[in-house]
């Protein structure tokens, strides 16, 4: 899982909390990535970050908000405006740059369940 | 629009014989392709990716890749499956105009049966 560390690796939520799932990486990588994983739909992107203190959302941001206040961190929260939230988060990380062979790093993912 | 379609979402195959997991994509411009390995409950590991002009690409724990450009397929190949090869498999394209995005398939389940 190279040097992307997720916490908690489980988290339990109750229905109208908020909570925040840590990522903290040490690849000194400019990117850094939040993805959904749903059983049988692959990686969904939630947002991403290129630079501190910017991020532009991915393709189902809704419910769910970021920061990026230092370059080794990446937090995300996922709100209670998000109606699923159950699922399987992974943060990724990539160093910026113009070689367009440079591959993503993950971390272990943190298992989100709502009761 | 940027797309990788895996189109099995198993694949059953005994241990000792040759696997083939399937991937194609569809880009408007050059194709930056990966391949990933998932284990249960973990990240995504990294295990080989298209460079233009290496139409085989070998990669991590002996598997291969097959670039067919007229096809615009990136299959994953082992020549002999071992039972430690059962995960998840996501192929995936990065977008050639917004390097920083990465569209993934809906990833291919491999079964290695002894």
Not at chain 1, 29 to 37: K, L, P, V
Not at chain 1, 56 to 70: M, T
Not at chain 2, 44 to 68: M, P, R, W
Request: net charge neutral.
């Amino acid at each position: 899982d190279g040097g992307i560390t997720q916490s908690p690796k489980y988290l339990f939520r109750k229905e109208g909390q908020n909570v925040t799932l840590s990522c903290e990486q040490n690849l000194n990588h400019d990117a850094m990535y939040w993805y959904r994983q749903d059983p049988g739909q692959g990686l969904r992107l939630i947002y991403y970050s290129q630079i501190v203190n910017d991020f532009q959302k991915g393709d189902i941001a809704e419910g769910y908000s970021v920061s990026r206040e230092k370059k080794e961190s990446f937090p995300l929260t996922v709100t209670s405006a998000q109606k699923n939230p159950t699922a399987f988060y992974l943060c990724a990380s990539l160093p910026l740059g113009t070689d367009p062979y440079n591959e993503q790093f993950f971390g272990p993912g943190t298992r989100l369940t709502v009761l | 629009a940027q797309s990788v379609a895996q189109p099995e979402d198993q694949v059953n195959v005994a241990e000792g014989n040759p696997l083939t997991v399937k991937c194609t994509y569809s880009v408007s411009g050059n194709p930056y392709l990966f391949w990933y390995v998932q284990y249960p409950n973990r990240g995504l590991q990294f295990l080989l990716k298209y460079i233009t002009g290496d139409n085989l690409v070998k990669g991590s724990y002996g598997f291969e890749a097959e670039f067919n450009k007229s096809q615009t397929s990136f299959h994953l190949k082992k020549p002999s499956a071992l039972v430690s090869d059962s995960a998840l498999y996501f192929c995936a394209v990065r977008d050639p105009y917004n390097f920083n995005k990465f569209y993934f398939g809906s990833g291919t389940k491999l079964n290695v049966k002894p």
